[in-house]
Antibody, heavy 118, light 110 residues
Framework: EVQLVESGGDLVQPGGSLRLSCAAS????????MHWVRRAPGKGLVWVSR????????GYADSVKGRFTISRDNAKNTLYLQMNSLRAEDTAVYYC???????????WGQGTLVTVSS | QSALTQPPSASGSPGQSVTISCTGT?????????VSWYQQHPGKAPKLIIY???KRPSGVPDRFSGSKSGHTASLTVSGLQAEDEADYYC??????????FGTGTEVTVL
C-alpha cells in the first residue's frame, strides 16, 4: 500500500525552527517529484513547495521563500521540510504529497500540525 | 501567486449536477493544462479526483468531470450523492516550478 506518514509537527515560538519529516512506503520515492501543502485552521489548501526526483530542483511559495527548505533522502525514503523564522501565519496542518501524475497529487498523508505561538 | 478564484459554496439535490468554476490568469490556468481537482471531507486528507484538466484517476467515478476554457477551469459533479458533500479545491501549475490552489468550494447536498 502506498503510504506517506508525516511527523515533526509541534508547538513552537515565533522566530523558531522546526523540521518536518515524511516517511514514504509502498513505492520508490526516487521516482517521484514530491510536494508539501498546508491548510491553516478554517482556511483553504495552500501549496508550499516542490522538489524534483534527485533534489536538484525546488520551488517555493512566495510566503515561505527564504525561510523554508525542502529536501529529500531517497536512500531513506524520506522527504523533509526545514522551517525557519516561523510566524503565526505558518500555523497549519502540513501535508506531504506525491506527484503521482503530471500536476496531480496523490496520495496525501494525514498531515502533521504545526502551531506557532508564544 | 494569488489564489485561484472559486465560489465559496455550491449546492444541489441528490441526482442533480453541480459545476464549480476555478478562475485564474494566463500565467496559471490559462497557460497550462495542468489543472487538478481535489475533494476533502472534514477531518480527512484531500483526494485527487481530476488531473490534467479532464483526466480521472483510477477508482474515481465518472460522475466527476473536468474542463477548461481560457482562464477558467470547471469541475462538474453529476448525479449528486450524499457522499459528494465536501470541500473541493482546484490547483494549477503557475510556471517556474510553482503551483497555486483555488480558494475552495464547499459543496452541500440538499
Amino acid at each position: 500500500e502506498v503510504q506517506l506518514v508525516e511527523s515533526g509537527g509541534d508547538l513552537v515560538q515565533p522566530g523558531g525552527s522546526l523540521r518536518l519529516s515524511c516517511a514514504a512506503s509502498g513505492f520508490t520515492l526516487s521516482n517521484y517529484w514530491m510536494h508539501w501543502v498546508r491548510r491553516a485552521p478554517g482556511k483553504g489548501l495552500v501549496w508550499v513547495s516542490r522538489i524534483n526526483v534527485d533534489g536538484s530542483g525546488t520551488g517555493y511559495a512566495d510566503s515561505v521563500k527564504g525561510r523554508f527548505t525542502i529536501s529529500r533522502d531517497n536512500a531513506k525514503n524520506t522527504l523533509y521540510l526545514q522551517m525557519n523564522s516561523l510566524r503565526a501565519e505558518d500555523t497549519a496542518v502540513y501535508y506531504c504529497v506525491r506527484e503521482a501524475v503530471p500536476g496531480g497529487l496523490d496520495p496525501w498523508g494525514q498531515g502533521t500540525l504545526v502551531t506557532v505561538s508564544s | 501567486q494569488s489564489a485561484l478564484t472559486q465560489p465559496p459554496s455550491a449546492s444541489g439535490s441528490p441526482g442533480q449536477s453541480v459545476t464549480i468554476s476555478c478562475t485564474g490568469t494566463s500565467s496559471d490556468v490559462g497557460g497550462y493544462n495542468y489543472v487538478s481537482w481535489y475533494q476533502q471531507h472534514p477531518g480527512k486528507a484531500p483526494k485527487l479526483i481530476i488531473y490534467e484538466v479532464s483526466k480521472r484517476p483510477s477508482g474515481v467515478p465518472d460522475r466527476f468531470s473536468g474542463s477548461k476554457s481560457g482562464h477558467t477551469a470547471s469541475l462538474t459533479v453529476s448525479g449528486l450523492q450524499a457522499e459528494d458533500e465536501a470541500d473541493y479545491y482546484c490547483k494549477s501549475y503557475a510556471g517556474s516550478n510553482n503551483f497555486v490552489f483555488g480558494t475552495g468550494t464547499e459543496v452541500t447536498v440538499l
